[in-house]
């Protein structure tokens, strides 16, 4: 699929902070997800470019455009501790141990 490429930022700072702009009528509604309390995201990927551009912008923002395709997998994963395991009851005499 197409990137979609919705904003930049400029990376700023001791701590490298980085500040955005994003053009959100770039993100196609497709990619928008109202949520339970009625407000609207969507997903970004905010990567670093690999050098400033000439008005120094030193990263870039993508729409992420990877959807699930059919159900979530279910791990099966089993318990270490399942009651039908059986454990070694003997605690006999051990005079071989080094201990």
């Known amino acids: ?49 690999k050098g400033p551009d000439q008005y120094g912008k030193t990263h870039y923002i993508e729409v992420d455009t990877w959807k699930q395709t059919g159900e979530p997998k279910k791990q099966n994963f089993s318990n270490p501790l399942d009651e039908t395991m059986e454990f070694n009851q003997d605690h006999g005499n051990h005079d071989d141990m080094p201990f």
């Open 1 to 49: 699929m197409e990137k979609i490429f919705c904003g930049d930022g400029k990376s700023f700072g001791q701590f490298e902070s980085v500040k955005l702009n994003i053009c959100l009528s770039d993100i196609p509604p497709e990619y928008r997800q109202k949520a339970k309390n009625g407000k609207t995201y969507a997903t970004l990927v905010l990567s670093r470019k």
